[in-house]
């Protein structure tokens, strides 16, 4: 037991392996008691950061407790600087590259909870993807950076050098990092969300997809439309699924020999009709003025549902009720006339007007 190997005697060898297995199976025991427990109260709890925790812990590499137990059992032995520095600066990069994973598992377990719940709540489906990439993309630069800075790298060099590569890189790449800002922004100020149905310039469709750099819209006719999202903020868009009222105005024209006291009772038969709408709110009913070939009547109603179908069905029986009003009041509908009146004498032809020496001549 006192021969001496390596600096140290064969009592301190084995004392060092004994403290070494002891921490290591202490720490496996403690991450399966730990996650065991957690997982009880994630089983009766509602929040989702004991499931997060809990993914995090269950992450916990075996390999890193071994570096961990052999690093504890080597400070019971007397090692050369060197080789205690080494030993030192492995045990704290294996412990940074587990603090890494941990985080990754804890996003990984948060940007699934999103996606289960998409079909509830689209923002999550639409703000998980880019969160989740810019997240992780951070968090292992981060780990990066302090492992170079515990292996004796100058990061303060590395990080200016960096920066100036990584305006190089900037202005070669604008249009990409310019589509990744404006995907950050819809993630962030939500002007529409996955599910939702959009008008863009003179396309329309449903959003099925916002990524780091498209939009991609499901159009109408079946086609998929995609868009770069950089593109798509500066152009002017409609969120139709953000729709709470309608507003609807039509005209009605009637013919010239209406009598004028039809004309004073349209506007009340008009309000009349569109009142008795389920879910509408009349705005006003005016005849608005006589027009080439026409008197001119408008109606202006809000209908209070974003529905379009149902808003389509109430609009079909306000038409269908004015022809039947109008039918039996015995108004008639005007339509484009022309009537033509010749001068001098000179006998009426339709479509023929006498020229200037009172001759009949083609109009």
Do not use: C
């Amino acid at each position: 037991m006192h021969h001496v190997f390596f600096g140290n005697t064969v009592y301190q060898w084995l004392s060092a392996l004994g403290v070494a297995l002891v921490v290591m199976l202490s720490l496996w025991l403690i991450k399966h008691v730990l996650v065991r427990r957690l997982g009880v109260i994630a089983a009766r709890t509602a929040t989702r950061l004991d499931d997060v925790a809990v993914a995090a812990l269950e992450s916990t590499k075996l390999l890193v407790m071994a570096v961990i137990g052999l690093y504890a059992g080597s400070l019971m032995l007397v090692l050369p600087e060197g080789v205690r520095v080494i030993v030192t600066r492995t045990a704290i990069t294996i412990g940074l590259v587990q603090g890494a994973i941990w985080g990754n598992a804890a996003l990984r377990s948060w940007l699934q909870q999103y996606y289960e719940n998409r079909a509830t709540d689209p923002a999550r489906a639409t703000s998980a993807a880019a969160v989740g990439f810019i997240a992780r993309m951070v968090l292992w630069v981060v780990i990066l950076l302090m492992i170079l800075d515990n292996l004796g790298v100058n990061i303060t060099t590395l990080v200016a050098s960096l920066g100036i590569g990584g305006i190089a890189v900037a202005l070669a790449v604008q249009n990409i990092l310019g589509d990744l800002f404006a995907s950050l922004s819809i993630v962030l100020d939500k002007p529409f969300v996955i599910g939702d149905f959009i008008v863009v310039d003179k396309y329309l469709g449903t959003v099925e997809y916002v990524g780091l750099k498209t939009t991609r819209i499901r159009s109408l006719g079946g086609e998929q439309l995609v868009f770069s999202n950089a593109d798509l903020l500066k152009s002017r868009l409609q969120n139709m699924s953000r729709l709470e009222t309608r507003r609807a105005a039509f005209t009605v024209s009637v013919t010239y020999d209406t009598p004028a006291a039809t004309l004073r009772a349209i506007p009340a038969m008009l309000a009349e009709i569109v009142k008795a709408q389920p879910k509408t709110r009349l705005d006003r009913s005016h005849f608005t003025g006589v027009g080439a070939s026409s008197m001119n009547f408008e109606v202006v109603y809000f209908y209070e549902s974003p529905d379009y179908l149902a808003f389509m069905d109430v609009q079909q029986e306000i038409w269908l009720r004015i022809v039947e009003r109008f039918d039996a009041e015995g108004i008639e509908y005007a339509y484009p006339t022309q009537t033509l009146q010749v001068r001098n004498g000179a006998k009426e032809i339709p479509g023929i007007t006498p020229d200037a020496g009172g001759a009949p001549a083609a109009s």
